[in-house]
Nanobody
Framework: QVQLVESGGGLVQPGGSLRLSCKAS????????MRWYRQAPGKEREFVAV????????NYADSVKGRFTVSRDNAKNTLYLQMNSLKPEDTAVYYC?????????WGQGTQATVSS
């Protein structure tokens, strides 16, 4: 029932920007903390960012602090990740995540590639 659909990935040069979106449905979006994760080639999935139910609190992985901004629009059931000053190390599939009760739900992911 829970559905998360990421979009906004693409190919950018180092120093460029991307804005990722995650459209949510099947649950009360405004009542849940939301997270972004990413998985780079050959690496484990890693935490990127988390945002509280109203957007009033946020936390980030050290590797993206100062460059990425997580936000949400509860009226649109949408989670965002603004990624600036991108580095090749940011290349990964980015996933939206929510835990609804016992169920940990993930989107299909969107590919962000940072390369010159």
């Amino acid at each position: 029932q829970v559905q998360l659909v990421e979009s906004g990935g693409g190919l950018v040069q180092p120093g460029g920007s991307l804005r990722l979106s995650c459209k949510a449905s099947g649950f009360s979006f405004s009542a849940y903390t939301m997270r972004w994760y990413r998985q780079a080639p050959g690496k484990e999935r890693e935490f990127v960012a988390v945002i509280g139910v109203t957007g009033g609190w946020k936390n980030y992985a050290d590797s993206v602090k100062g460059r990425f901004t997580v936000s949400r629009d509860n009226a649109k059931n949408t989670l965002y990740l603004q990624m600036n000053s991108l580095k090749p190390e940011d290349t990964a599939v980015y996933y939206c995540n929510v835990k609804v009760g016992q169920f940990d739900s993930w989107g299909q992911g969107t590919q962000a590639t940072v390369s010159s």
